[in-house]
Every structure is written in C-alpha cells, then in structure tokens.
C-alpha cells in the first residue's frame, strides 16, 4: 500500500524510456529555474531558499511518490500564507510552519486521508485558487511598474491605495523591461513549445539590462548574491509559543499542499491514462516538507504546470522528476551566481503570469452559472481570500459548503401523512403507494422520503403534528430513507414517548438496512419492538389491524417489493 510509484516501475522501464525521462527531466528543470526563484522571492524569502526547495523537495516527491510524474516544488498557492507568516514570525517560524506542515501530511497520509481530499467542494478550491491568483497578481505591481515604496502594505485594498498614491513615481526603464519580459513570455510558445518563455525572457532582458547598463532593480541589488551551495541541514529553532501559535498556519499550509498534489496528480493520471497513490503521494509529500526546512528550503508540493510540462516532453516514470532536481542542482552550482543579474521586473512578470493561468477565469465563470448555493460559496471563499485571510476563507468557505449542504439534503426530505391526503398521480402508478390499501380507521400513515438526519428533523417533529385527532395507532413508512443519524434516532426516540403518554401504537414500516442497524445499535429497535418493526406496509398494516382486533387482508394482488426479501417495502 505505501510504496513509492518508482520502485513498481522499475522493473518495466526501458532504455527508450529513460532517455525521454532524462530529457524531460532536464526540460523540466529548465522551467522549473525562474519558477522556484520568483516564488521564493513572492513569499518574503531568499532566491536560494526556493532553489533549495526544489532541489530537495522536488527529489523527494518523485523518490517516494505515489504518482509517475508527479514534480514537486514551491508553488504560487503558497505564497500568501508564507508571506505572512514570514512577516509575523521571521523566516525561522517559517521552516517550523513548514517542518509542522510536513508531520501533518505524513499523519494524513497513514491515516489514509488521501481519497478524503476529494470532497472538499469545487468551488472551495476555485474560490481560493482565483483569490490567491488576485493576491500574486497585486504584489507584483510595485516591482513591475518600479514604484518608489518603502513598504507594501499587506492588506488588498491598503496596497491598491499605496499602489495609487505611488504611481507618479513608476520607472519608465523598469515598465518597459517587465513589458517586454511579458511580452516575450506571451508569443514565445509561437516560436517554440520546448523552450520555455520564462527562461528566454529572463536570459534576454537580464543581457539587456547588464549590457546596456538599464537602471533597474535586480536581485542583487534587493538581495546580494545567490548562494551557489546548499547549506548542511540543521533544525530550526523551535520554542512551545511559537509552535502553539503556528499549529492554524501549518495545517493550511498542509492542507494547500494535500489539495494541489493529489489535484496536480489526477490531472496527470488523466494524461497518462495512470492511477497514483493517494496516500503514499501526501506520505512524500510530507517527507518533502519535513527535510526541505532543514536546508532552508521553503514549502513544496506537486506543481501542475510543472507536471503537465512532464507528461508533454515524454515523462513516464519517477526518474524525470528526479532528473529536474538534479538539473536544478548543477544550474544552481555552476550558474548560480549569475542568477543575481535577473531583474525584478521580469521575475514580476513571470509571476503576472503564473497569477494569470492560476486564476483559472473560465472556470470561474462557469461556476458564476451553477445553482446559487455553489456561487454563494465560490464568491464568500474567493471574497475572503483576498481581503482577508486564506485560512479563513478555506475555513468559511468549508463550513458554509457544509450547511448549504445541508440545508439542501433537508430540502430533499420530505415527511408528510399519507392517510387520505396524498393524491399525486405518481403515487397512483406505484403498486406500493398507500392508495390502493385500505387504511383502518384510528390509523394514521406518515411517510418520510430521503435522509433522516438532523437536518430534517425538525421537519419530521412539525409533520407529528399535523394530525388533530390523536390516532390509535401511528405507522412510519420509511421504505425511502436509506440513511439515519443520532438527531433521527433521537426524534424518532422523542415520538415513541410522546405515542406512549396518548396511548398511540408506533409501528414502523420498510426500514433498510443501515437505519435499522442503527435503532438495534441504539436500542430504539428493542423499545419500539421487534414485532412493530415490518419489511413492507401490508405486514405493518396487518399488525396495526392485529393491535386493533380487526381481521387481516394481507398483501394485494399488484404487491411488489421494492428491495430483496421486502426489506423496504
């Protein structure tokens, strides 16, 4: 069950698959260079730091993956929340956030949570992904436009505010680099799709910039040089207040995590025509996050865009992702004191990019068309992700998918007397409907249709009502409930009492098997009584005419039962 993807393909691999590998690999890494730089710098850390990253964390996600192609890395999902955490806790609560992070998805994954993630709600993850696409978009503006600012504000509108007031001092020489860079980004893939337009646009604006000797910020200038080693690991330093405090913190970055590798890895079984493993995937996952603090690196998970460009160059197997870290490794050896040359408007565009392709807009549209509920999540998450916080808008976004939900399962609840009320045409095709038995007087039949669960049991204590005349005996047709919880078992508790003090007979019809599993695990079986519980209403209508000393007619002629062995009837 937990092993890694690359130790079951080994066996199959060939030679013509390794070279694609090794080359995909090699391309992989090439666009993966820019990428880790620019995040890393997006989230208030060193260039190296997202080198590093990618480095570690991307060897560890293919060496013990559950997926074929899956690549790991820093991510632009992550940059808001590392942006703050590194604003309010330094970079050394990061690696804690991160190394925390990590146990988390290793917990997650033993405890088989992987098929869980799917049903977070699509608009959820819309909602968050297109805010966080809105945020990087904004924070790139003050290094696109060269405007004169001490300090970013954090919050989305205090930004646009300071972004307004500064704009008369924007550098005309740091506009046209990151236009430029943009441009050559967007028409690139006219010319070629294996290059990628990050790294030529990088190459030809950071020659522009140093051979022309063009005024504008470059890493070096904002950073210093480009570390070209990777540091001896070593723990961050951990204090109990400063894990308390980051315990919300890590479990988003976790859960962010969690969402886009599985989500990254689905998009790639489709591609592929594979399946991953789930579990053993956030197990790397994890690892990858627990060894990537301890040289520095920064949060990892599998990267979509990265992945899709694997499976495109020919990726097959684990060895790719592989082969991209190792590349990433010699560029960063041998030409990593270049990369300090870069300047700050073109790793701005490359993110004005990458904010634009994660906005997903098209998606978002469509959504703007599904049922009210879905857009009342979509809009709160994404609304609360850019000018909030993310934590909250996953967990506002969550909570209130799970009370629409809800609301909507207790809507499809229906309670309602059947005695001589129901006249639906429906239910006269139904050789079950109550309409073709006859009812004996003192008899009152209720019928509830779908879940029983605490959503609809209010529903079911106002339905108990509706009779005025107390009845002799009360049947529960329940041949369409196929699910109860506590709050059901609970109201259904509260009725048997409440037929207790009137003297009235609880009868139950059609019960499946997982209500009636959970009345017998209850104890409601043994107080309404094994002889009043019954497979189909003919049965329970004979034992309501049993109770009431009239004779028995039995099942009528167009009797059919709805389940085997008239478990529900």
Known sequence: MYKPKLFTVLPELTKAQLGRDIVSGILVGIVALPLAIAFAIASGVSPEKGLISAIVG???????????????????????????????????????????????????????????????????????????????????????????????????????????????????????????ALLIIMLWPKVSKKIPGPLVAILVTTAAVHFLNIHVDTIESRFGAISATIPAPAFPRFDFATVKSLIMPATTIAMLGAIEALLSAVVADGMIGSRHKSNMELIAQGVANIVSPLFGGIPVTGAIARTATNVKNGGRTPIAGIVHAITLLLIMLLFGSWAKLIPMPTLAAVLIVVSWNMSEHHVFRQLLKSPRSDVIVLLTTFGLTVLFDLTIAI????????????????????????????????????????????????????????????????????????????????????RKVLSIDATGLNMMRELLYDCRKTGTSLILSGVHVQPLFAMQQYGLADEIGEENIF???????????????????????NFVPTVKRDIAG
Not at 535 to 557: E, F, H, M, Y
């Open 395 to 478: 967990e506002v976004g969550m909570l209130l998918a799970v009370i629409l939900f809800m609301k909507r399962m207790a809507s499809m609840t229906n309670i309602g007397v059947l005695t001589g009320e129901l006249k639906d045409e429906d239910e006269q095709d139904d050789p079950n409907a109550i309409l073709t038995r006859r009812i004996p007087e003192s008899v009152e039949v209720f019928e509830i249709s779908g879940p029983f669960f605490f959503g609809a049991a209010s529903k079911f204590k106002d339905a108990m009502h509706v009779v005025e005349k107390v009845p002799k005996i009360r049947i529960i047709r329940m």
């Open 58 to 180: 991307g060897f560890l996600v293919s060496f013990l993956g559950g997926s074929r192609v899956q690549i790991g890395g820093p991510t632009g999902a992550f940059i808001v929340i590392l942006y703050g955490i590194v604003g309010q806790y330094g970079v050394n609560g990061l690696m804690i956030a991160t190394f925390m992070a990590g146990i988390i998805l290793v917990i997650m994954g033993l405890a088989q949570f992987g098929s869980l993630i799917k049903f977070i709600p699509y608009p959820v993850i819309v909602g968050f992904t297109s805010g966080i696409a809105i945020i990087i978009f904004s924070s790139q503006i003050k290094d696109f436009f060269g405007l004169d600012m001490a300090k970013v504000p954090p919050d989305f509108i205090d930004k646009w505010a300071a972004y307004a007031k500064a704009l008369p001092t924007f550098s005309l020489a740091t506009l046209l680099t990151g236009t430029a």
């Open 535 to 557: 497979g189909n209403i003919d049965d329970a209508l004979d034992g309501a005419r049993k109770i009431l000393g009239l004779p028995l007619q039995g099942r009528p002629a």
